[in-house]
Nanobody, 123 residues
Framework: QVQLVESGGGLVQAGGSLRLSCAAS????????MGWFRQAPGKEREFVAA????????YYADSVKGRFTISRNNAKNTVYLQMNSLKPEDTAVFYC????????????????WGQGTQVTVSS
């Protein structure tokens, strides 16, 4: 059974930082591209960042470029999202996703999804 479990969310003041983690099990982690998405209240889920299987390629939403960094540790079956200079508009539930191809992850067509972790940024 495949599981993606996010952690690291919480409440932070504007300008602060958080590091999200997504631990994967039940799949060959290094065979999957990984991504992060978020969904704010009343809004649709949106793409945040993605990374290829080998970590060679990364993609970011324009809204987070320069502030967020995606990384992965294939030995630990974990993908991370370092979030700096957080803004109130970053408040959302953050989800990780896994797919065989990077384009599929970026398109939101993940094969597997986590349950999400709440990030709240106060002004």
């Amino acid at each position: 059974q495949v599981q993606l479990v996010e952690s690291g969310g919480g409440l932070v003041q504007a300008g602060g930082s958080l590091r999200l983690s997504c631990a994967a099990s039940g799949l060959t982690f290094s065979s999957y591209a990984m991504g992060w998405f978020r969904q704010a209240p009343g809004k649709e889920r949106e793409f945040v960042a993605a990374m290829s299987r080998s970590a060679v390629s990364t993609y970011y939403a324009d809204s987070v470029k320069g502030r967020f960094t995606i990384s992965r540790n294939n030995a630990k079956n974990t993908v991370y999202l370092q979030m700096n200079s957080l803004k109130p508009e970053d408040t959302a539930v953050f989800y990780c996703a896994a797919a065989y191809s990077l384009p599929a992850v970026v398109a939101g067509s993940g094969d597997y999804w986590g349950q999400g972790t709440q990030v709240t940024v106060s002004s």
